[in-house]
């Protein structure tokens, strides 16, 4: 399974981005799927995680209300749409999938970065002040 993140660049604050993540080799209706971020210095962070099924996701309490997770599963394809961006969001970003491994996995959703079996390669978004 290969992911390919796109979308990051340079804003400011208050800005929009939309990230999107297309997936191949795998069927993302199979997997949980999320975004995650790391910050130079700091280690990597949950941003939101949503269900293989969709029926429910988890966002990290610094963007909630500013960012919202969409998947297409007949594109195989996951994005981002990040509003009302501020300079503390600068970060690289991973979309990630999880393919669960028991029925377990398949009810529960992890927002543990470890984890997610399958990374994209990142991109970068900076938000200036």
């Known amino acids: 399974v290969q992911l390919q993140a796109s979308g990051g660049g340079l804003v400011q604050a208050g800005g929009s981005l939309r990230l999107s993540c297309e997936v191949s080799g795998g069927t993302i209706g199979n997997m949980h799927m999320g975004w995650f971020r790391q910050a130079p210095g700091k280690e990597r962070e949950l941003v939101v995680v949503?269900?293989?099924?969709?029926?429910?996701?988890y966002y990290a309490d610094s963007v909630k209300g500013r960012f919202a997770i969409t998947r297409d599963n007949t594109k195989n394809m996951l994005y981002l749409q990040m509003n009302m961006l501020k300079p503390e969001d600068t970060a690289v970003y991973y979309c990630?999938?999880?393919?669960?491994?028991?029925?377990?996995?398949?009810?529960?959703?992890?927002?543990?970065?470890?984890?997610?079996?399958?990374w994209g390669q990142g991109t970068q978004v900076t938000v200036s002040s």
């Open positions: 949503v269900h293989s099924s969709s029926t429910s996701t």
């Open positions: 990630a999938a999880d393919l669960p491994k028991s029925v377990m996995d398949t009810m529960v959703i992890s927002t543990s970065p470890d984890e997610y079996d399958y």
